[in-house]
């Protein structure tokens, strides 16, 4: 038997078994789907005839021509991977100019035309086989955004600019008061229960100034009341004056620090145009300074109180008497008699200012 399938091998008509998917010598490569019977015989057995050799030889040449068809379905992914190949020689392409072309500089004119054609290549339509990064709406989808009232002209009356207030020196009395109410031009608006005007005869030839009103005067709106009051208005009798006689009483500050704490720089430069009218209004022969705080605002210093005593300052070109505060007089009993003497120098002053005006008068 063995004899004969080297007779057979030797013409050719040995059995002969070909899987698919396997490549026969000097045939294309099979790329069609496997069917059911994945190997096919096209040989007989050893004792097979001629006419079964015949069909064998026809069957071969069959699937031979078979396997040499072209495939009717290409397979995606073979396409995908045939495309990468291109698109990565395109993209090595457009690499070396895109890295040629000079970086454009913000708000340099020379380059705006050079930049155009870039522009427009950049516009240009996305291949179909990559999807849009989003789908943009109509353009009148997001109309609701508008805003008619942002573009509308605003009224004649909100454009016309708030009327500024007359200047603090113009003022009157009734003016000056309802300014002094009225006023938030510093922190100490907020604390306060009312603003402490003053309060005397405006046109009298004695002013005294004092520092800041306290919690009684914040209470009542009247400055030098309680104790501190009831001690000065026996100081003015020694003098044979009186509270609203001849005598006119204000504050540096017209509302109450809180806690009774000395008022701060610009507290005092935004309230001192209200007392500088209130002089100019009352017109006084002498002003006596009450206490450290309203002697060094007046005076525009710093020295001691001890150091200002004793001698005649000038404010507006008016004459001014330093002595200690009212409120400080009732802590330190010992200083009555130094605030006596201060008060005598006042009257001496007073009454030669007097003299020499009849003088002149004369």
């Not at 995606?76 to 190949?85: G, K, L």
């Not at 009327?163 to 100490?188: F, I, K, M, N, Y």
């Not at 002013?207 to 800041?212: F, H, Q, T």
């Not at 509302?255 to 005092?268: A, F």
Request: a negative charge; charged letters at 25%.
């Amino acid at each position: 038997m063995a004899l004969h399938e080297s007779v057979l091998e030797e013409f050719g008509l040995a059995p002969l078994w070909v899987r698919r998917g396997m490549t026969a010598p000097g045939a294309q490569p099979d790329t069609t789907p496997a069917r059911a019977d994945q190997s096919m015989p096209v040989g007989g057995e050893a004792a097979m005839t001629e006419d079964a050799a015949t069909r064998v030889e026809h069957r071969t040449a069959s699937v031979q021509a078979e396997q040499a068809e072209p495939p009717t379905r290409e397979d995606p992914r073979r396409e995908r991977s045939a495309e990468a190949p291109a698109q990565a020689a395109d993209e090595s392409r457009r690499a070396p100019a895109a890295a040629a072309e000079p970086r454009l500089q913000h708000g340099d004119p020379s380059s705006y035309e050079d930049d155009a054609p870039r522009q427009q290549a950049s516009q240009q339509p996305r291949p179909s086989s990559e999807p849009p990064a989003f789908d943009a709406p109509p353009d009148d989808d997001f109309a609701w955004f508008d805003d008619p009232s942002a573009s509308a002209p605003a009224p004649a009356e909100a454009r016309r600019d708030t009327p500024a207030l007359p200047a603090v020196h113009t003022l009157d009395w009734d003016a000056l008061g309802e300014r002094v109410a009225s006023c938030q031009s510093c922190r100490l608006c907020e604390k306060r229960t009312n603003t402490v005007f003053g309060v005397g005869d405006r046109n009298a030839d004695w002013m005294l100034i004092g520092e800041a009103p306290g919690e009684n005067e914040d209470r009542q709106g009247e400055p030098f009341v309680g104790q501190a009051g009831k001690l000065l208005d026996n100081m003015l009798h020694s003098l044979a004056l009186a509270r609203g006689t001849n005598v006119y009483i204000a504050n540096v500050i017209k509302c109450r620090p809180p806690g009774n704490r000395n008022p701060q720089p610009d507290e005092v430069a935004r309230c001192e145009p209200y007392l500088q009218r209130q002089v100019a209004l009352v017109k006084p022969k002498l002003i006596v300074a009450l206490g450290r705080f309203a002697a060094q605002s007046l005076l525009k210093t710093e020295a001691s109180i001890s150091s200002l005593r004793g001698r005649v300052h000038t404010y507006e070109g008016l004459p001014v008497i330093v002595t200690y505060h009212p409120a400080y007089l009732l802590r330190s009993l010992p200083d009555k008699a130094k605030a006596w003497a201060d008060l005598c120098l006042a009257r001496d002053t007073w009454l030669a200012g007097a003299a020499e005006r009849s003088s002149e008068a004369e």
